[in-house]
């Protein structure tokens, strides 16, 4: 049974970016547009532009850092609510919105309803919602920008990870009735169909144990890949979990 989102539930998803206010006059952008080759390379010079990035590979990166919050709303939903977000590229809007001179967009989502799981077979219903999320809205995306900004697909995929464990690790810390199944399911269990055309589950090579690091005095995931966030704007900081940081300063260690 679908059904809109209650008030409350928008509440819950706004503190990842959600708007479900899209005024006719925004600056705007419709997500399945970016599936042709001149609208992404026009939209990844706005990023460019946006985030003070260097090149577009910088801009790609940094933009899936920012489309993330899609897969941590659903993933949230699926998890939180036991429901699942229906929505296509075609229903989903990138809205431009800056916050203390900062680009921070939000994401409106056309005619959203959510569908509660009634049935016998979650697993199922999961593998179809996983399915759908990865392989229709994540994956083109995905396999567009490392096409037009020739960056990896690996970097790519690591930025969307490291949002997924944030959600479950941190946002879902100490929250009841989370369903910690999904994320194991998600990043050790799933078939490389689930994610898009792979072979190999897109998200498990880079669950890695936590290290110690004594800089932060905690312990962390440290990344695979370099995002490039350090090379925006002029004060080019390190990622906490940046793989160039932890070599910089050598304080990696196993607990």
């Known amino acids: 049974m679908y059904s809109k989102l209650t008030e409350q539930e928008i509440g819950e998803l706004s503190r990842f970016r959600f708007t479900s206010i899209l005024e006719q006059k925004s600056s705007v952008a419709q997500i399945n547009q970016l599936l042709i080759d001149e609208n992404m390379e026009h939209f990844l010079e706005e990023v460019k532009i946006n985030t003070k990035a260097p090149d577009l590979k910088v801009a790609a990166s940094v933009f899936v850092k920012y489309y993330a919050v899609v897969v941590v709303m659903h993933l949230y939903a699926l998890s939180s609510w036991n429901k699942r977000l229906h929505f296509s590229l075609d229903s989903l809007y ?3 919105k800056e916050l203390e001179g900062y680009w921070l967009p939000e994401y409106y989502f056309e005619n959203l309803v959510a569908e509660e799981f009634t049935g016998e077979d979650r697993d199922e219903w999961r593998n179809q919602a996983i399915q759908h999320l990865f392989h229709e809205i994540i994956s083109p995306i995905l396999i567009m920008l490392a096409k037009e900004a020739k960056v990896s697909k690996a970097i790519l995929w690591e930025n ?3 949002y997924i464990d944030w959600l479950y690790e941190k946002i879902f810390d100490n929250q009841e009735n989370v369903n ?3 994320y194991d399911f998600l990043v050790n269990q799933a078939p490389g169909e689930l994610f898009g055309p792979y072979q190999k589950n897109q998200l498990h090579r880079y669950h890695t144990e936590p290290v110690y690091l004594s800089e932060l005095n905690e312990s962390i995931r440290i990344r695979k890949t370099c995002c490039f966030t350090y090379l ?3 004060k080019r900081t390190y990622c906490q979990t940046c793989p160039l940081y932890c ?3 050598n304080t990696g260690k196993k607990n």
């Open 180 to 182: 910690f199944d999904d």
């Open 160 to 162: 969307i990870a490291v």
């Open 247 to 249: 070599k910089k300063f």
């Open 94 to 96: 990138l809205k431009n």
């Open 232 to 234: 925006l704007g002029e």
